[in-house]
C-alpha cells in the first residue's frame, strides 16, 4: 500500500511546485547586456505607484516584420514591469481601429490625431504586391486621470531598418519612466529661456518651447533687465544670440553657475543664414562679436569663427538647369547641414538617432583645471572646415565636391563640461559690484560646486524650427525644403535637447536607463555562404543519424541483457 502513498506525495508535491511557480516568479537574465534587467530606479518608481497604471500599445495585428519585432520586446519588457508591481499595472495591445474606450465612439487614431500625433505610412510587400501600412507605433499611458503618449519608434519612417528598431528597443525603459516619472513627480523644475540679446522669441521657437512645456516650468528672463538670474531656474538656456553681452551681463550668467546654475548654450559665432541665399547668388559669412569667448574660454571651451562642412549632410533644391521662367530643380546634398552621428559615450547621445546643424562652427576644449570634457555631437570621417570670412554660395554644390577636401574626422560641435568652475572675475570684479550683489544677498562668489555642468553647442539653429506659410511651424529636426519629398525626414534635435536638459536637471536616475545597449548579432554573410552545407547537416542530417544510433544501441544492449 506504500507505492499509494508515494503517488499521492508526488503528486501534491507537483501541484505545489505548480503553484508556487505561479505565484513566485524567478528570471535569469544571462545576456551579456541584461536585456531583461530593469534599473532600481525604474524598481523605486514602480513600487510608488498607488494607483492604477494603464498601458495601451498600438501595435496589434499584421505588421511588418520590424515593428512586429519591437512589438514582442515591448511585451515582454511591460511584462517585466508587470511582474515588479503585478496588481499596479495593466497593459494590453491594441489597434487603431478599436474604440478608445466603452463610453466614446472615437478610435484610437481619432485620439491620437486630437493629441497631434501622426501616423507612419510604410509600403510593404504583400502577396498581391504592394500596401500601404498606417501604424502609429507608441503607446497611450493612462493615471489618475492623466495621459501620456509614448513614443516607441522615433527612426527614418520611409526606410526602416534593423539598427534602428534596435535602438528603440533598448530606449523601451527610457521612454516609460520618463512617462511614469511626470505622473509622480508632478513638480515641474523651473527653466530659463535667457533674452534681452536678439535671442530668437518668434514662431521658429515653437517646437523648442512644445518640447520642454511637457517636462518643465519654462519661463523667458531678460539678463539685462534681472539684477541677478535667480537660482530657483535650474537650467538657463542660451540660444543665439545676435548681440554682444556686456560686462555685467557676463557677470551674471558667471555668477548664476557660480551658485551651482546649469547653462545650456547653443551659440553661433558667425552670421550665416539660409534665407539670405534665396536672394543673393552668394553671402558672406561674418563674426557677430558676441563677446564671449573669454568667458566660455574660461569654463574649458572655444567656439571657433569657422565653419564646418560635411559629406554626410542633408538635401537643398538646387537650380541644376531649365530657364529663368521654368527653373529646373534637383535636391543636392548641402555641406553646410552636417548631419551628426551620435558616439554613444554619455547618457545623453545615447541610441540617439542623426542630429542636424545648419552653418555649424568647430569647438575646441582647452584647460580648464578640474574640469571634465565630453565631446557629445562631432562630425563624420568626411568633413572639413572653412575660415572667415566665409563665402557661401549655391553653386559651389552644384558640382561634386572633391573628397579630398573633407579629410578631417570627428570635429566636436557640442561638449559637456562637468566640475568644478572657477569665476571669470574672481580678480577683477569691482567693489561697486561686488557691493551691488551683497546687498541683494547675493555674495560674489569665486568657485562653483563639485557638481557645475555646463553644454556648449556651436549652432544656435540645432533647436529651432522651420516654418511652412500652410503647415505653421514644423517639428524640430524637420527641413523645409525637404518636406513632402522622398527626402524628408525628422532628425534628432529634439531629442538631443531633451536628453540635454534632463541631465542638467539631475534627472539620473533617468538618464541611466538610456545606458542600455542591445547589441545587433547579425549573421555574417559570408560565412552563411561558405558553411551552408555543413550546418545543413549539423541541424538536420545530424540529429536524426543520433537518434537512429541511439536506438541500434539501445536495442543491441536490450538483447544482450535479456538474452537467454
Keep these: 500500500m506504500l507505492w499509494k502513498y508515494k503517488w499521492i506525495l508526488a503528486l501534491a508535491a507537483f501541484l505545489c511546485i505548480n503553484y508556487f511557480a505561479f505565484v513566485i516568479h524567478l528570471r535569469f537574465d544571462l545576456t551579456k547586456e541584461k536585456r531583461y534587467t530593469i534599473s532600481s530606479t525604474t524598481k523605486q518608481m514602480l513600487h510608488a505607484l498607488d494607483k492604477k497604471l494603464e498601458i495601451d500599445v498600438l ?121 511614469i516619472d511626470a505622473f509622480i513627480n508632478n513638480k515641474k523644475p523651473l527653466i530659463a529661456y535667457g533674452v534681452g540679446n536678439g535671442e530668437p522669441t518668434g514662431p521658429e521657437t515653437f517646437s523648442l518651447v512644445q518640447t520642454l512645456d511637457r517636462d518643465y516650468e519654462l519661463h523667458t528672463l531678460d539678463i539685462q533687465r534681472q539684477p541677478f538670474i535667480p537660482d530657483t531656474f535650474k537650467v538657463l538656456i542660451i540660444t543665439k544670440p545676435a548681440q554682444a553681452f556686456t560686462e555685467d551681463e557676463k557677470l551674471k550668467i558667471d555668477q548664476y553657475v557660480m551658485r551651482g546654475g546649469r547653462l545650456l548654450c547653443f551659440i553661433d559665432n558667425l552670421h550665416a543664414e539660409q534665407d539670405s541665399l534665396r536672394y ?124 579630398v577636401l573633407f579629410k578631417r574626422k570627428n570635429i566636436p560641435v557640442a561638449t559637456l563640461l562637468e566640475g568644478r568652475f572657477t569665476s571669470l572675475y574672481q580678480n577683477r570684479v569691482l567693489k561697486a559690484q561686488s557691493d551691488s550683489l551683497a546687498a541683494m544677498h547675493v555674495p560674489f562668489l569665486t568657485h562653483s560646486g563639485n557638481d557645475g555642468k555646463i553644454i556648449v553647442a556651436a549652432d544656435g539653429d540645432l533647436i529651432l524650427n522651420d516654418f511652412s506659410p500652410k503647415q505653421g511651424p514644423l517639428p524640430m529636426g524637420v527641413n523645409f525644403y525637404t518636406m513632402g519629398t522622398q527626402y524628408e525626414y525628422q532628425f534628432a534635435n529634439t531629442e538631443f535637447l531633451q536628453n540635454c536638459v534632463e541631465y542638467l536637471t539631475d534627472k539620473q536616475g533617468i538618464m541611466e536607463t538610456r545606458n542600455k545597449d542591445i547589441i545587433l548579432r547579425l549573421l555574417d554573410a559570408k560565412k552563411v555562404a561558405d558553411q551552408k552545407t555543413a550546418w545543413q547537416f549539423v541541424n538536420i542530417v545530424l540529429p536524426v543519424v543520433l537518434i537512429i544510433l541511439f536506438g541500434v544501441i539501445y536495442q543491441w544492449n536490450r538483447k544482450r541483457k535479456f538474452a537467454v
Design 59 to 179: 501595435l496589434k495585428g499584421d505588421l511588418p516584420a520590424g515593428f512586429q519585432k519591437l512589438a514582442n520586446s515591448t511585451g515582454d519588457f511591460l511584462q517585466l514591469l508587470k511582474e515588479n508591481n503585478s496588481s499596479k499595472i495593466v497593459y494590453r495591445f491594441v489597434s487603431a481601429d478599436d474604440k478608445f474606450n466603452d463610453t466614446s465612439s472615437q478610435t484610437y487614431a481619432d485620439t491620437l490625431s486630437g493629441l497631434g500625433i501622426n501616423p507612419i505610412n510604410l509600403t510593404v510587400q504583400v502577396k498581391q504586391g504592394q500596401a500601404n501600412k498606417v501604424l502609429y507605433p507608441v503607446a497611450l499611458v493612462k493615471y489618475e486621470g492623466g495621459l501620456a503618449v509614448v513614443n516607441l519608434y522615433s527612426g527614418n519612417q520611409r526606410i526602416i531598418s534593423y539598427n534602428e528598431i534596435n535602438s528603440a528597443e533598448a530606449l523601451l525603459e527610457y521612454q516609460f519612466v520618463k512617462a
Design 280 to 403: 543673393k547668388a552668394q553671402v558672406v559669412a561674418y563674426d557677430r562679436g558676441l563677446n564671449l569667448t573669454d568667458l566660455l574660454f574660461h569654463y574649458g571651451v572655444r567656439i571657433n569663427s569657422d565653419l564646418v562642412m560635411d559629406l554626410q549632410c542633408d538635401f537643398l533644391p538646387q537650380v541644376v538647369g531649365g530657364s529663368a521662367a521654368n527653373p529646373q530643380y534637383e535636391f543636392l546634398h548641402w555641406n553646410y547641414f552636417p548631419l551628426f552621428e551620435s558616439q554613444n559615450n554619455h547618457p545623453i547621445n545615447k541610441n540617439l538617432g542623426l542630429v542636424e546643424g545648419r552653418f555649424v562652427n568647430s569647438i575646441d576644449t582647452v584647460k580648464a583645471p578640474g574640469i571634465t570634457k565630453t565631446v557629445l555631437l562631432s562630425s563624420s570621417d568626411n568633413s572639413r572646415t572653412i575660415a572667415t570670412p566665409a563665402l557661401i554660395s549655391l553653386s559651389e554644390n552644384r558640382n561634386t565636391p572633391e573628397d
